[in-house]
């Protein structure tokens, strides 16, 4: 592999092996054969032909955000040096290499007024969010984030640099859309971007005491919010002495003055401890939710809602987790675009998201709470996950329908028939 590749190669016993196969999702073990943090496409491309006749599969992964642990005997690709970032402001297009992150993405556009479908965290990669789909902050006024993509650029299976549009490979495109990493490893991707006519957004928090009142606020303006508005609610529960707190999250992509009559059931609350919000760049997407960049033992469960069991949601004890998440989907996620991808209607208006720490003393009490809690919605959850929140020991059939599931396996089956390139949650398995 060292002949071959321009890039680093470790392999089990180097020095620094055992970083370089660590994920950023801290506690997923990584039994890998080697990785390979390549230099260029062509190093891609070396990899999946050696992979493919020493009988070996291949992972691409920049971070390990989405690490599943299911890599057994895999070379894991690192991305990170393609991390060229090109927009084309006029036509409304970013090329982004595939190790580029959204916060270096957003960062690039914003300067034009322009912004791609970037999700919470501003560390998370570009092609491995589209890769799964994608749920945005501003998925409610576009849809997926892979819905948004224009082209691909790929080393496929049989070890060939393609450009996949619609027009090129009408089924590859769409599996590629979000149907996970299971159809090549991206090299780049074409993104469409989206004209910014302002952008309000941040974080208002005050004492559990309120947990009720921000429920109702929040139930009354996501029932008939614009697709611009965008509102989490995330209630928090961190070890004592810190105080238990509820708070709301919010994007609107328009002015100021308009979000907040549209906000207007949460000025009505008094007693806030902070309030972040106003008018902001979209390169500062990812201190709304602040979540954390360096690598994170995140143990999290997410579940689509049917419903907003507010007895449940608002009232149930929290610990040990650490953050009960609600995000407020519908508008155009809720809407199969006709050119879309694997991806479809995502019907549930609510994202409930569960999250603890993957800590050995913890991990089993956290589980435990985060089943306990999924039990007691009963109903409200509608067993689907989108792709890109599965959790290890998930599986990508719990993030389609049976007929998109079918016709996913039906493509891979085709286009890589040995199983070269492996996905964290892979379509066959
Ligand atoms: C803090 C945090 C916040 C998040 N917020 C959101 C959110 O708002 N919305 C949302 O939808 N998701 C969110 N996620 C989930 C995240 O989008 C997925 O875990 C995503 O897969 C991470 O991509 P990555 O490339 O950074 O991670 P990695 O773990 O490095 O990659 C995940 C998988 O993506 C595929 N992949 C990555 N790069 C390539 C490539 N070049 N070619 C082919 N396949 C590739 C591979 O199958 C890989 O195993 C969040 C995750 C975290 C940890």
């Known amino acids: 592999m060292r002949d071959i590749v321009r890039g680093q190669v470790f392999l089990p016993g180097d020095d620094g092996f055992d970083r370089a196969a660590a994920p950023w999702a801290i506690g997923v073990r990584q039994p890998v054969v080697a990785v390979a943090e390549v230099a260029d496409a062509a190093d891609v491309v070396a990899l999946v032909r050696y992979a493919r006749q020493a009988g070996l599969t291949v992972t691409a992964q920049p971070s390990g955000h989405g690490a599943s642990g299911d890599v057994d005997g895999t070379i894991l690709v690192r991305t990170a040096r393609l991390d060229e970032i090109t927009v084309d402001p006029a036509g409304r297009v970013v090329r982004a290499g595939a ?80 149907g996970g990493g299971d159809y090549g490893i991206i090299t780049a ?25 921000v429920f109702e606020a929040f139930r009354a303006i996501t029932a008939d919010a614009p697709r611009e508005l965008s509102l989490w609610l995330n209630r928090t529960a961190p070890p004592p002495p810190a105080p238990a707190t509820v708070g709301i999250d919010v994007t609107f992509l328009g002015g100021a003055a308009e979000a907040e009559d549209l906000l207007a059931p949460l000025a009505a609350i008094g007693g806030s401890l902070s309030d972040s919000r106003g008018p902001m760049d979209v390169a500062d997407l990812g201190a709304i939710a602040a979540e954390p960049v360096d690598p994170s033992p995140m143990l999290a469960r997410t579940e689509l809602l049917t419903a907003l069991p507010v007895d449940v949601l608002a009232d149930a004890d929290l610990a040990p987790l650490l953050n009960l998440q609600i995000r407020h989907l519908g508008g155009a996620l809720a809407e199969a675009r006709p050119d879309g991808g694997p991806g479809g209607a995502l019907g549930e208006p609510y994202l409930l998201y ?6 050995p003393h913890l991990a089993e009490a956290v589980q435990a709470k985060q089943a306990a809690l999924v039990a007691q919605l009963g109903e409200a959850v509608s067993g689907r996950k989108p792709y890109t929140f599965l959790a290890p020991g998930e599986s990508a059939t719990q993030a389609f329908p ?25 379509i066959t398995s």
């Open 354 to 359: 569960l999250l603890g720490l993957r800590l």
């Open 189 to 213: 991707v074409e993104l469409d971007l989206y004209e910014v006519p302002g952008l309000y957004g941040g974080r208002v928090v005050w004492p559990a005491e309120r947990t009720g009142e």
């Open 402 to 426: 049976a007929e998109v599931r079918a016709r996913l396996e039906r493509i891979k089956r085709e286009r890589d028939p040995g199983g070269v390139i492996r996905a964290n949650f892979p």
């Open 99 to 178: 190790g580029a992150r959204w916060g270096q993405v957003l960062a690039a556009t914003g300067k034009h007024g322009l912004t791609g479908l970037a999700g919470s965290s501003p560390v998370v990669s570009v092609a491995g969010f589209v890769a799964g789909g994608g749920v945005s902050w501003f998925g409610r006024a576009y849809g997926w984030a892979a819905d948004s993509v224009r082209a691909f650029e790929i080393v496929d299976a049989a070890g060939e640099q393609v450009r996949v549009t619609a027009g090129s490979d009408a089924d590859l495109f769409w599996a590629l859309r979000g």
